[in-house]
């Protein structure tokens, strides 16, 4: 399985701010993705992250709000844009592809709006 | 869209007791099914999946079963400790091939008490 480090692992932020979250795989990987999830609740997909071309986003979520980064196989940032309360949320990572022995996760990245 | 539902919310079980976790999905083009596992303040880490080219996987005490023709998925555990207490997510890949974008189910607390 791979190794997928985030950072930052928390951060508290003031409305009106960005941060960029960042993941770091061990090894290159066909495709990395995007979740949110929200306090006490189930995780939500943001988007797909592609290496060389613009993140392919749910429904829901727009680039203005949410950019992705894919500059190569092993590396992805997203940021999180003016801020607000709800966006308060785990921020969570994940690689798999066609052949991986499945989906695996980061430690996500929990942020905290005020 | 692709809907994952899983039962029940919430199971409290004994020290030895057996667990089942059971999740439906409505997308026939499904053909993956990962189990997490989450405990507190961590990334939602993989226990065991299944493809849908099998009906049952096992691994030590846990068991992953499949039904295609009622597109329903169920995790075992057996024996369990307490250690096993933590929040499990039941997921699929929406048509998609294995190890792609996942639409998860809300979640069940599994508790279990010495």
């Known amino acids: 399985s791979a190794v997928i480090s985030q950072k930052p692992s928390r951060d508290i932020c003031q409305r009106g701010t960005s941060l960029t979250i960042q993941c770091q795989v061990d090894s290159q990987v066909t495709m990395m993705f995007w979740y949110r999830q929200q306090p006490g609740q189930s995780l939500t997909l943001i988007a797909t992250a592609n290496q060389g071309s613009e993140a392919t986003y749910e429904s829901g979520f727009v680039i203005d709000k949410f950019p992705i980064s894919r500059p190569n196989l092993t590396f992805s940032t997203l940021t999180v844009s003016n801020m607000s309360p709800e966006d308060s949320s785990i921020y969570l990572c994940?690689?798999?592809?066609?052949?991986?022995?499945?989906?695996?996760f980061g430690q996500g990245t929990r942020l905290t709006v005020v | 869209g692709e809907n994952v539902e899983q039962h029940p919310s919430t199971l409290s079980v004994q020290e030895g007791d057996s667990a089942v976790i059971k999740c439906t999905y409505s997308d026939s083009a499904s053909n993956y099914f990962p189990w997490y596992k989450q405990e507190l303040g961590k990334g939602p880490q993989l226990i065991i999946d299944?493809?849908?080219?099998?009906g049952e996987k096992k691994d030590q005490r846990i068991a992953v079963t499949l039904n295609k023709t009622a597109k329903h998925f169920s995790l075992h555990i057996t024996e369990t400790q307490p250690e096993d207490s933590a929040v499990y997510f039941c997921a699929g890949n929406c048509g998609r091939q294995a190890g792609t974008a996942l639409i998860f189910g809300k979640g069940t607390t599994l508790s279990v008490s010495s």
């Open positions: 299944i493809r849908s080219n099998v």
């Open positions: 994940s690689v798999g592809g066609t052949g991986d022995p499945g989906a695996f």
